[in-house]
């Protein structure tokens, strides 16, 4: 329909200006309609959640919006959202993986690991190239990189006691992680308008 590597030109100069590094971008449909997903992080942050603010998440909206708009790249309607990847991202490349050594990730195969599983949940270990490693209940399991599917990093949150809580009694855990997110949705004579939100996922 469209060069996506045409629409990452164009936006990379509004990017670079607020210190933003493009994680990611998808032209999906749903419900609502098409929708094009920019997933961004700031520059040199190591938080797997990007280190970006529900403010950046909406100035780059605005600026991205203009640019496409000048541009006019995309001949559809369309939903212009700008999104965090959220503390438990997608890893998708070989360096996504070594950037985050020593972290807890959930790994769907193709096909099944050498002790028959499709599904690993592990620490994320050193691999030689081509291959990626996990910690599984204290064993290390490496696979092809070419045999995963999808790759996440989990979430995990410490309970702390609260205070005044009597002892022998479970903390109460919270649950869910917070993802920046903001869109732009079509609206009446203009193909975009511009609105914040926070999505909990």
Sequence with gaps: ??????????????????????????????????TLRFT?????????????????????SRDVSSVLDVEDLIPNH??????????DRRLRTAAEFA??????????????????????????LEAPEGQVAVLVDGKRIAVPFADVVEARLVFELTAQPKKGQRQGKEPAKESGQKKQLAE??????????????EKRK
């Excluded at 996506?4 to 933003?20: K, Q, Y």
């Excluded at 939903?79 to 503390?87: A, D, I, R, Y």
């Excluded at 950037?99 to 994320?124: I, M, N, S, Y």
């Design 40 to 60: 961004i992080e700031r520059e040199g942050v190591d938080d797997a959640g990007g280190g970006v603010t529900l403010e950046d998440c909406a100035d780059v």
């Design 184 to 197: 732009a949705a079509p609206r009446s004579g203009s193909k975009r308008s511009e609105r914040g939100s």
């Design 99 to 124: 950037r985050f050594l020593g972290r807890t990730a959930k790994v769907k195969l193709a096909r099944p690991a050498p002790d028959g599983q499709r599904l690993l949940r592990g620490e994320l």
């Design 78 to 87: 369309y939903n212009l959202e700008v999104s965090s990847p959220g503390l």
């Design 1 to 34: 329909m469209f060069d996506l590597g045409r629409v990452r030109d164009a936006v990379a100069p509004v990017l670079a200006s607020h210190g933003i590094t493009l994680v990611d971008l998808e032209w999906i449909t749903e419900r609502a309609g098409w």
